[in-house]
């Protein structure tokens, strides 16, 4: 249903499932309860989108009450919305996209099953769009969530995640150009990956406090020239497996900070985009790893200014065949062989 500008509410008693995608809006005219005669409906099995038009001023949105489950769920471009409540309902997807990110409190169960989806891209609705500020949202009662995909965060200047302490899936972070400020609170716990692809607005600093466990990878890329210049993990202990891929030169990127993992289940790789032909001059130390104790696999490589390799040496007793060390004197300027690094000699000579 389109343009529903002068549309209140809607008298649809009898509906009970729909099978596709439920599509209102823009809903100019509606009311807080305007979906509240969707007495019937309990399922969406495609998407129900409900948006907003700059008229809209509804700033808390019943669902239909017998609503129970929808394959995704998707708010768009709702600047005045303040609050939803999802308690009682299995959604699939989440979609929260444009204005609809100015202040939003999602209510719901304390495991959320779903995926959050943020697109925060300019708003149609808004008089100043390019000055707005975009905000992660606030939960209430919710405290897991099956994952999180932001993407298009064109708008999103400063992303804090916090207020849920587990993730039941993946964090993913794409194409994000305009991010100047990542920090995570609260969340202890991602059973899937943590995947960036793009972090180049960070200036300073990209802080993931307080996660403790990563069941998956850590993907970390996107880290361009004149990107962020410390990538920190300070309460991490475990994780499935960590990748960097760090800047080329001239580089930004110097500080990698790990201090608290003790345990990766199956490889720590270190890399640049391409390490055939880019390199990183930034990173000169691996320090940031001096409490790691037990890795598969070690692979570096696109290092041109890296001279010391000292903060692996706690991991060198779970590493006992040559084939665990992945370090090229091809792709490193200096590349000392699981050997000398059991000998001590972790450190390039003369430095």
């Not at 708003?123 to 606030?138: G, M």
């Not at 999180?148 to 993913?172: C, E, H, R």
């Not at 880290?223 to 210049?229: D, G, S, T, V």
């Amino acid at each position: 249903m389109y343009y529903c500008n002068n549309v209140g509410s809607f008298d649809v008693p009898k509906l009970e499932t729909v099978d596709g995608d439920l599509d209102l809006g823009p809903l100019g005219s509606l009311s807080p309860e305007g979906l509240a005669d969707f007495r019937a409906l309990a399922s969406v099995g495609g998407t129900f989108r409900i948006a907003y038009s700059k008229a809209t001023s509804v700033s808390d949105l019943k669902l239909p009450p017998a609503l129970k489950s929808c394959k995704t769920l998707s708010l768009f471009d709702c600047a005045t919305l303040r609050n939803i409540d999802v308690t009682g309902i299995e959604i699939g997807e989440l979609n929260l996209e444009r204005a609809t990110l100015v202040d939003l409190t999602i209510k719901g169960n304390s495991v959320f099953s779903g995926v959050i989806r943020l697109k925060a891209e300019t708003s149609s609705n808004l008089d100043n769009p390019y000055s707005a500020v975009y905000n992660f949202p606030k939960f209430d009662g919710i405290q897991e969530i099956g994952g999180l995909n932001v993407a298009d965060a064109q708008m999103l200047k400063n992303l804090q995640i916090a207020g849920i302490s587990k993730i039941n899936g993946d964090i993913k972070i794409n194409d994000n150009y305009a991010i100047n400020t990542l920090t995570v609170r609260d969340l202890t716990e991602v059973t899937g990956d943590i995947f960036t692809a793009s972090l180049a607005g960070i200036s300073s600093t990209a802080e993931f406090a307080s996660i403790e466990r990563v069941g998956g990878y850590l993907r970390i890329g996107g880290l361009y020239p004149f990107a962020c210049e410390t990538l920190s993990f300070p309460d991490l202990t475990e994780a499935g497996g960590v990748e960097i891929v760090l800047d080329n030169m001239p580089s930004r990127t110097k500080n990698l900070k790990m201090d608290n993992l003790t345990g990766i289940t199956d490889s720590l790789k270190i890399t640049t985009q391409n390490p055939n032909v880019s390199f990183n001059d930034g990173v000169t130390n691996l320090d940031g790893f001096s409490g790691l104790t037990n890795v598969r696999v070690v692979s570096i490589s696109g290092t041109y200014a890296l001279t010391s390799y000292e903060g692996l040496k706690n991991c060198l007793p779970s590493l006992t065949s040559d084939d665990q060390w992945d370090v090229s004197p091809n792709y490193n300027m200096f590349a000392p062989t699981l050997e000398q690094m059991k000998a001590g000699e972790w450190n390039q000579p003369g430095i």
